[in-house]
């Protein structure tokens, strides 16, 4: 059995509080939540549960070429489909690791001239921030660890574990 980080009672614990801080930040205004395929679709389930607010769905797709630490690239393979134009938009990510991701679809989407664009992550692995980009709601600092489950995969594989575990076998990127 893999080592639990995170587990699934403590997922949910969080992912209520963040659901009724974005309650609370949005009140009386609807949101959208845009999702980062794949590894984001447990935490836009679960958080968009516990948002007691107007809201619509939409998924956006990445995929990241070379070395992350540095020349690490993003490319779009799924873009929206719903208007962003004077939404309340609410960018929905798995974790939070260079950066590179998340400063890249913050571009993307702010292009689209939302009224406000807030972003949120499950996890955040500050330590290994490349680019000065911090998300506004935040699940779990965690260290270094190479992680899967609720979503979070290795090779596609673990994304349906209800915990969020850390791979024994950490890959390097
Ligand atoms: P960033 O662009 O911030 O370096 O990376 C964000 C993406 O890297 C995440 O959406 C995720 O796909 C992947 N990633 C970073 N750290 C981990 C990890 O510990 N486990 C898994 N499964 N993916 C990770």
């Given at each position: 059995m893999p080592e639990i980080l995170l587990s699934r009672d403590q997922i949910a614990v969080r992912v209520a509080e963040i659901g009724q801080q974005i309650t609370t930040d949005f009140a009386g205004q609807s949101v959208l939540l845009i999702g980062v395929l794949k590894g984001a679709c447990m935490f836009l389930g679960d958080l968009a549960r516990q948002i007691q607010l107007d809201a619509t769905f939409d998924f956006i797709a990445v995929r990241s070429y070379g070395d992350r630490h540095s020349t690490g690239e993003v490319q779009l393979i799924k873009d929206v489909t719903m208007p962003l134009r004077n939404q309340n938009v609410v960018l929905v990510e798995d974790i939070l690791d260079t950066g590179l991701t998340m400063t890249f679809l913050k571009k993307m989407l702010m292009a689209h001239q939302p009224r406000v664009l807030k972003t949120a992550t499950l996890l955040d692995k500050p330590s290994r921030r490349v680019l000065p980009i911090e998300a506004d709601y935040v699940g779990f600092l965690i260290p270094d660890r190479f992680v899967i489950g609720y979503g979070l995969d290795y090779v596609e594989r673990?994304?349906?574990?209800p915990d969020i575990c850390v791979l024994a076998e950490a890959p390097r990127k």
């Amino acid at each position: 059995m893999p080592e639990i980080l995170l587990s699934r009672d403590q997922i949910a614990v969080r992912v209520a509080e963040i659901g009724q801080q974005i309650t609370t930040d949005f009140a009386g205004q609807s949101v959208l939540l845009i999702g980062v395929l794949k590894g984001a679709c447990m935490f836009l389930g679960d958080l968009a549960r516990q948002i007691q607010l107007d809201a619509t769905f939409d998924f956006i797709a990445v995929r990241s070429y070379g070395d992350r630490h540095s020349t690490g690239e993003v490319q779009l393979i799924k873009d929206v489909t719903m208007p962003l134009r004077n939404q309340n938009v609410v960018l929905v990510e798995d974790i939070l690791d260079t950066g590179l991701t998340m400063t890249f679809l913050k571009k993307m989407l702010m292009a689209h001239q939302p009224r406000v664009l807030k972003t949120a992550t499950l996890l955040d692995k500050p330590s290994r921030r490349v680019l000065p980009i911090e998300a506004d709601y935040v699940g779990f600092l965690i260290p270094d660890r190479f992680v899967i489950g609720y979503g979070l995969d290795y090779v596609e594989r673990y994304r349906n574990l209800p915990d969020i575990c850390v791979l024994a076998e950490a890959p390097r990127k």
